[in-house]
């Protein structure tokens, strides 16, 4: 087709693409000398009659648009010649390469540069669904989004091209509906043809993920119908729990507005609608440090209290008297001393757990530290430090588990308090704290502490029941 003239005025210089019943050319208009691009829509053995109904679409909204960072409409005819037969869309030229172009060249994007892309196609869904009646897009994914005039730290203008599947809200109403898209880039809702302004948010987050991990979504995990994209993305858990916003499978649970995501993008924290915003209860002595790299909560001893008087006077009795029954027991003649001192062990195992409890409330603390790599909580008690359990990988972390205080009945029907607990799960490894080691006096505490580890994770919180 190469030098044909469409329509009287356009030389086509190249085909650009190509599926079945429809081409895309990169043509120069003949009156202005300005390139531009065709799609075609070709009568034939494949055409079907929603094709046509997309293509006229397509053409009504690109006329009612008018953004700098999205084709603009120039020109719509019919095409009769003796070759070929159809419709031919006329729009901008835009000399750029698409995302899919950089990805297939080796092109690595930074996180700084991922939220520059993030925040340019953000604010072009603002302009889109804010229209009367919005417009949904319904296929963003990298090849239809382009990045010119790329130099130094910025990533480059950013377009949002091919509104062949668009859709407004009000061509919903009472029509049929035709499923389009991308598999992989597909929020589930798109696959009963139903589609709202947030579809497109999930498209965004789906197209990001693949920027970060040079993965096509189709091709992550899944889980709950949701993308595992975490263990193969070098990203802060901030902008992790973010793109986990976006792809919410349940559209109640994901975010709702382009706005409400283009805020967020540089908070550090994440709201959700099933969580409550908590912040460090006054007067707590728990220390925590947080940034994108490490989370630490230093636990402080409870310090001493009248209420331990009775264990640490019980403690000293008891391993007073084991010491004693110890000396008369090897003071007898060998070997009948052995069996008696022998019989004192586990008196003497009993006893040092007793001391090291009233020991450890008084000057011991406890440390959850979780890093890039692993997990790890850790009992330290002047100078010495116990893992239990031992730190597993970070990426073995599967839920984080709050279970508030609670009765239980034992088989007489009395009532026993359960403290409440706050359980972080790396595959069997189980890491907990909670009011039974005396130190987290209050559930306002763990509310707190369970929050921050959601927001840092990434993860949800769930209640006993639940897990």
């Known amino acids: 087709m190469t030098k ?42 494949d055409f079907e009659w929603d094709d046509l109904k997309l293509f006229e679409r397509e053409a009504e909204t690109l006329k009612s648009l008018s953004h700098p960072f999205i084709p603009r409409y120039l020109d719509y005819f019919e095409l009769n010649s003796t070759t070929l037969q159809g419709f031919a869309l006329v729009q901008t030229y835009i000399s750029a390469q698409t995302l899919e ?75 049929t509906r035709t499923i389009v898209g991308t598999y992989g880039y597909m929020p589930p809702e798109q696959f009963g043809g139903r589609t709202v302004p947030a579809s497109d948010l999930y498209s965004l987050g789906a197209t990001l993920i693949y920027l970060v991990t040079g993965i096509q979504p189709a091709d992550l995990p899944q889980k709950d119908f949701r993308m595992q994209f975490e263990s193969v993305a070098n990203l802060s858990p901030s902008l992790t729990n973010w793109l986990r916003w976006l792809i919410e499978p349940n559209l109640q649970r994901r975010v709702s507005s382009a706005l409400e995501a283009l805020k967020a993008l540089d908070r550090p924290e994440i709201p959700h609608s099933s969580q409550l915003v908590i912040s460090k209860p006054p007067g707590s002595k728990i220390q925590l440090t947080k940034n994108a790299d490490v989370l630490e909560i230093i636990i402080p ?61 008084v000057w011991g603390s406890i440390r959850l530290r979780l890093d890039r790599q692993q997990v790890g909580l850790t009992y330290e008690l002047f100078g010495f430090k116990f893992h239990r359990p031992r730190p597993s990988p970070k990426q073995n972390i599967t839920k984080l588990v709050y279970i508030p205080q609670h009765f239980t009945k034992d088989s007489d029907g009395n009532r026993t308090q359960v403290p409440a607990q706050l359980e972080l799960w790396a595959g069997v490894e189980k890491y907990q704290v909670g009011n039974n080691h005396g130190v987290i006096k209050s559930e306002a505490e763990l509310q707190w502490l369970a929050h921050e580890l959601s927001d840092w994770l990434g993860m949800e919180i769930s209640t006993e029941k639940d897990s």
């Open 101 to 175: 172009q950089y990805l297939k060249a080796g092109q690595i994007f930074t996180e700084a540069e991922v939220k520059q892309i993030a925040k340019a196609l953000l604010e072009i869904l603002c302009y889109l669904h804010g229209l009367h009646p919005p417009v949904i897009h319904r296929d963003i994914k990298p090849s239809n989004i382009l990045l010119g005039d790329r130099s130094g730290n910025s990533v480059g203008q950013v377009y949002l091209v091919d509104f062949g599947s668009v859709q407004t809200v009000l061509a919903t109403e009472g029509a």
């Open 301 to 361: 001893p409870s310090g001493w209290q009248s209420s331990m008087l009775f264990l640490g006077s019980f403690a000293i009795a008891w391993n007073s008297f084991i010491l004693f029954w110890t000396i008369g027991a090897l003071s007898a003649p060998f070997p009948m001393n052995l069996p008696f001192a022998l019989f004192s062990l586990p008196f003497w195992g009993a006893g040092c757990f007793m001391m090291y409890g009233f020991l450890f409330t």
């Open 4 to 45: 044909e003239i469409l329509g009287s005025r356009y030389e086509v210089q190249q085909q650009l693409g190509k599926k079945a019943g429809r081409r895309t050319l990169l043509a120069r208009d003949l009156q202005t000398q300005e390139l531009v691009i065709i799609k075609l829509l070709i009568f034939g053995g």
